[in-house]
């Protein structure tokens, strides 16, 4: 009974070594190592050796604080920021530069607009074609599924998801086509989009919330997805969904593909306003404050704003408010300078005295030729402001 | 001289040492130290000799030792997993994910935690089945033994195990995990009087969210790890201060019954416990030459093999099956159907077939089915060895004539719940509806 104990502790020792070596090797070698290898050969052809000794070994990843993401994608599509690489072939190609002008890859990753699993390191979870994964790759397949002209058409999906409330966005056709639909056939006289409409339909707001799981898919004879039972339904209400009153349209295929993909679209993005559209981060004047401000730039007095004579005084008849009132009120100069100084204010400007002195010799140097405009201008501010005095004295 | 301190020097003096760095405390005589030996539990895990009979695999099969090593891998892969998760609803799901991609050893690691834990609850439930059983629960021949406490030790620490595999499930904050403790905190909600505030209490609120989480998290991380860990103390302890396993009162039993050769005695003078003269004890009911062997290496032998087995198994099984983690938690999108962990399927099985639909009115069967059936289990579960009137003959023995009756209870019960189990984890699909293996649930739509 005991001596066969040796044995079998002797046994069960290599069981468990056996089990420790392979996990080890089960972790050793990530899938990714492989595709750098060849990006890095593909790099020393193409750019020379000097490049490919640059290219990054180990886990990459695009870590994205604000909005908690993160994107391993390019440890294995190494070429998406490399110059010279526009024709290599997949996953090593260099990203198209228009749409990366507008978002930097350093603060939008990759799986924001294209889809796919971030977290992942490996095939097929990277691509996010796999089971409880809600938001897998783009990829041209789909629009090949669903018989769309434009292979890449099914991307500008994921660009409404921050650019909803955006009326066209530039190289989103289908986007713009679709949402310039909604709003022509009215579908807001039946729907609530964001919003605003009718209470007839279902409020449209947030539909692509629903679980696919929540459709009919029985009459169906495409897809049984929820993006293939909008396309059936925008086209044929119908038939369905029996008891709906949603009108016939006659839209076209595509018109229906187009309205389908802002359908899919509308769902909460929950994202930073740094990182959205048409997000106001700025302290916006009011129409009042704009408008005082366009008067104090470009109205009749804007010498004394360009000179800064605004800084202590105001000109009142021209507009002009000065913040700190140091000095007097400009527009009253004509007979504020013989009553305070025994001067005309033609005398004093050109030979100032006090304060004004300093100010004009050091701060605000003005040539006699200005000095002139300036008298000028005071003499009309003083003529306004006389205006102005009787005219409200008439009423 | 008895009376002579162990750290003082020749003329009498303290003398600091090294010692004095790691062993706050020095015995200043023999008997004190001798005492202290005595007195640790430590040194005590294992007696000096065990019955043949008690290490025999075919009677205890090792389920309690299996569990214990199972526990012990849990709180070590545990502590490794608290570097790495983050118990917040924004990066819980995220930490998850990241150690099943990126951090080295990760995605092994949380398999081996999940897999050890599932299969302790089947270690701990097997465990108890055992010593039913075998009546294990029952004193036998030798003086001061209480395993009717033991058994009642086991059933607290198999809720506790229980508890602790359900607060793990709500930690890595997907789907599955959010939907399995709305599910089993429901059927906590069907207490009466006390059941909405018991699950008040369980969520830190009306709805799980971060507060349950982090409730979650220290539950399992600190409170419930360390209330097993004293349990288990507590029934180890007994275990030895009870003589043993069951099965070396069976063969003491036996051995009395023979009229066996007076077994030799043994004179303490060890220790300095006594001085002069000695008692003489008998040191065994049984035979030592024919019944045991010593502990070592005879016990420590077999326990470094079910150790090493159990972290073979539990290691490949882990490679082999993984972790399953679903979609971010979205108390927006209940799953269909939303399922309890597999340990509390029985219940949620029962709860189904106890409700009663009658035209219009809905008797909703939380109450029978998840709290009063339950209870009543426990109930009779804690009761059983009071309940039991065998004869010590019938102690630490399979299936003993005696009890057959009691088994008999037992195992039906036992029966029932692992077929409601079965039937709750693979047979039912979509609306709780019934499926056979064979048959397809309903495919379940995409969205593109």
């Known amino acids: 009974m005991f001596r066969n104990d040796r044995i079998l502790l002797a046994a069960t020792a290599l069981l468990a070594l056996i089990v420790c070596v392979v996990v080890a090797w089960e972790d050793a070698a990530p899938g990714y190592e492989r595709y750098q290898e060849e990006f890095r050969a593909l790099v020393a052809e193409r750019l020379g050796p000097e490049r490919a000794a640059a290219v990054p070994t180990g886990l990459q990843q695009i870590w994205l604080e604000e909005a908690a993401r993160v994107d391993r994608c390019t440890s294995c599509h190494m070429g998406v920021t490399w110059k010279g690489l526009e024709d290599a072939p997949e996953p090593f190609a260099t990203h198209p530069a228009a749409p990366l002008a507008h978002h930097p890859i350093e603060r939008f990753g990759c799986t924001l607009c294209h889809g796919g699993q971030g977290y992942a390191t490996d095939l097929p979870d990277a691509h996010g074609w796999v089971e409880h994964w809600e938001e897998p790759l783009i990829d041209k397949k789909l629009a090949e599924d669903y018989r769309i002209r434009d292979p890449w058409a099914f991307l500008q999906y994921r660009c409404n998801l921050c650019h909803r409330f955006d009326r066209e966005v530039a190289g989103a056709d289908y986007l713009n086509r679709g949402k310039r639909l909604i709003q022509d056939k009215g579908c807001r006289a039946c729907h609530v989009i964001n919003g605003r409409g009718g209470a007839i339909g279902p409020d449209l707001t947030r539909v692509a919330e629903k679980g696919p799981e929540q459709y009919d898919y029985s009459r169906l004879t495409t897809l049984p997805t929820l993006f293939g039972w909008h396309l059936a339904h925008l086209q044929n209400p119908k038939s369905y969904s029996p008891d709906t009153v949603m009108p016939e349209f006659g839209f076209s295929t595509e018109d229906a593909q187009s309205i389908g993909l802002v359908l899919l679209s509308w769902r909460d993005t929950r994202l930073p306003a740094s990182l959205l559209p048409g997000a106001i981060l700025r302290d916006v004047p009011t129409p009042e404050e704009a408008e005082r401000e366009r008067v104090m730039r470009h109205g009749e007095g804007k010498f004394f704003v360009e000179k800064g004579c605004f800084i202590c005084h105001d000109v009142s008849s021209f507009g002009i408010v000065s913040a700190t009132k140091i000095g007097p009120d400009l527009a009253l100069a004509v007979e504020d300078a013989p009553r305070r100084f025994g001067r005309t204010v033609d005398d004093f400007l050109m030979n100032p005295s006090g304060t004004m002195a300093v100010v004009l010799a050091k701060q605000i140097p003005l040539t006699t030729e200005e000095r002139r405009h300036a008298i000028e201008l005071l003499e009309a501010a003083y003529r306004k402001h006389k205006e102005n005095q009787d005219g409200s004295a008439g009423k | ?448």
């Open chain 2, 1 to 448: 001289m008895a009376e002579e301190t162990l750290t003082r020097g020749q003329d009498g003096k303290r003398r600091l040492s090294l010692r004095d760095l790691t062993w706050s405390w020095n015995p200043a005589t023999p008997r004190e130290a001798g005492d202290a030996v005595v007195r640790n539990f430590l040194l005590h895990w294992f007696p000096n000799k065990v019955a043949k009979a008690s290490i025999a695999s075919r009677y205890s099969m090792w389920l309690g030792v299996i569990s214990l090593f199972l526990f012990l891998n849990l709180t070590l892969t545990g502590v490794v997993l608290m570097f790495l998760y983050v118990p917040s609803v924004e990066r819980a799901y995220g930490s998850i994910k990241d150690l099943e991609y990126a951090v080295s050893f990760g995605r092994f690691l949380r398999a081996l935690h999940r897999i050890s834990a599932h299969l302790m609850v089947i270690a701990v439930f097997l465990h108890m089945v055992r010593v039913f059983l075998t009546g294990a629960y029952k004193n036998g021949v030798l003086a001061r033994q209480n395993r009717r406490l033991n058994w009642c030790l086991g059933l607290a620490m198999l809720l506790v195990t229980l508890l602790l595999s359900f607060t793990g499930y709500l930690l890595p904050w997907d789907q599955l995990a959010f939907w399995a403790v709305t599910v089993g905190t429901n059927i906590a909600k069907a207490v009466p009087v006390a059941g909405e505030a018991v699950r008040f209490v369980l969520l830190g609120g009306h709805e799980i969210n971060q507060n349950t989480l982090i409730r979650f998290y220290v539950l399992h991380c600190v409170f419930l790890p360390m209330l097993l860990a004293g349990l288990a103390a507590w029934h180890l302890w007994r275990v030895r201060k009870d003589g043993g396993l069951a099965a070396r009162d069976r063969v003491a039993l036996g051995e009395r019954q023979e009229a066996a050769p007076p077994v030799p005695s043994k004179t303490y003078m060890l220790l300095g416990i006594a001085s002069g003269r000695a008692p003489d004890v008998q040191t065994s009911l049984v035979d030592p030459e024919r019944h045991l062997v010593p502990a070592v290496p005879g016990l420590l032998r077999r326990l470094l093999v079910v150790a090493l087995v159990t972290f073979a198994a539990t290691s490949a099984l882990a490679i082999w099956m993984g972790a399953p983690l679903e979609a971010p938690a979205n108390p927006d999108v209940t799953p269909n159907p939303a399922k309890a962990p597999w340990y509390f399927l029985w219940l949620q099985e029962l709860v189904t077939v106890t409700t009663v639909r009658l035209g219009g009115w809905t008797i909703n069967g939380a109450l029978v089915g998840g709290v009063i059936v339950p209870g009543l289990l426990l109930l009779w579960a804690c009761a059983a060895p009071w309940l039991d009137r065998s004869g010590p003959e019938a102690t630490g023995v399979w299936f003993h004539r005696a009890r057959r009756r009691a088994n008999g209870i037992f195992l039906a019960i036992c029966v029932a719940l692992i077929v409601l189990t079965v039937i709750g984890t693979f047979l039912r699909g979509p609306y709780w509806n019934f499926y056979w293996p064979w048959e397809a649930w309903p495919a379940h739509p995409a969205r593109y």
